[in-house]
């Protein structure tokens, strides 16, 4: 997923993920959140129906739009700008963000069992499960580049 991500320059890794992931993210979960509305109330009561999806996609909206923010207006810049002294608290609190993101993707996962189709499930509840697991596998690759790849260089350079 990530083989064109040029891991080695920080600077370069933070534009990276904000135009890879967060401009992904930002068109991924309205329309997720939207699509799974409609097929909650479209099939109410129906066996495998994933209530309570939208629900949490519409939280993770708002949830990740904050922590993006943050990242874009406060840590980021201060990467490319070669890092400081404290710069391990913001990311201390951008990790707990991602932990929080990981309890709701097993959320997801639960609601939608995995996410597994029903039998005959239609066009839309197709399109809805296609997307999770997108966005499942985008949120993955994001929190790791950002976890294993980018933070560490700035939490040794300031213990």
């Known amino acids: 997923m990530a083989e064109d991500a040029p891991i080695h320059d920080a600077a370069e890794l933070t534009r990276y993920i904000e135009t890879r992931y967060h401009a992904r993210h930002r068109e991924q979960l309205p329309e997720l959140a939207e699509l799974s509305a409609k097929v909650e109330m479209v099939h109410a009561g129906a066996e495998g129906v994933p209530a309570g999806l939208a629900e949490v996609l519409s939280r993770l909206i ?15 810049p201060a990467i490319r700008a070669g890092g400081h002294p404290g710069l391990e608290h913001p990311i201390t609190a951008m990790r707990a963000d991602h932990d929080n993101h990981e309890t709701d993707v097993e959320r997801i996962r639960a609601i939608t069992g995995g996410p597994t189709l029903p039998e005959g ?20 690759e994001h929190i790791r580049l950002e976890n294993e790849v980018l933070f560490p260089q700035f939490e040794q350079a300031t213990v």
């Open 62 to 76: 708002g949830e990740m739009e904050v922590h993006m923010k943050k990242e874009e207006l406060i840590l980021f």
């Open 121 to 140: 499930a239609c066009r839309s509840w197709t399109r809805l499960y296609a997307g999770v697991e997108e966005f499942i596998a985008d949120l993955t």
